[in-house]
């Protein structure tokens, strides 16, 4: 259990637990090329995590759109 959890009153039942977003380290071009790697419905699920993935795929939407057959 993180020390953090401890001093927050979690109890062992609880998750406690930090995550730290390494995507906003990667830049948009970036994670557009991951993603071009990606079947179409992966691209689909992707789009619902976050507003950022959202908004690359619907703004690159046509040149993803290819990967649909996969």
Do not use: A
Request: include cysteine.
């Amino acid at each position: 259990m993180d020390s953090n959890c401890s001093v927050m009153g979690y109890g062992m039942e609880e998750e406690c637990f930090e995550e730290q977003d390494y995507t906003t380290f990667l830049t948009n071009d970036v994670l557009l090329f991951i993603l071009s790697e990606l079947p179409w419905r992966d691209i689909l699920n992707v789009k619902l995590l976050s507003r950022r993935f959202y908004g690359i795929i619907h703004d690159n939407y046509l040149r993803l759109q290819r990967r649909k057959g996969s």
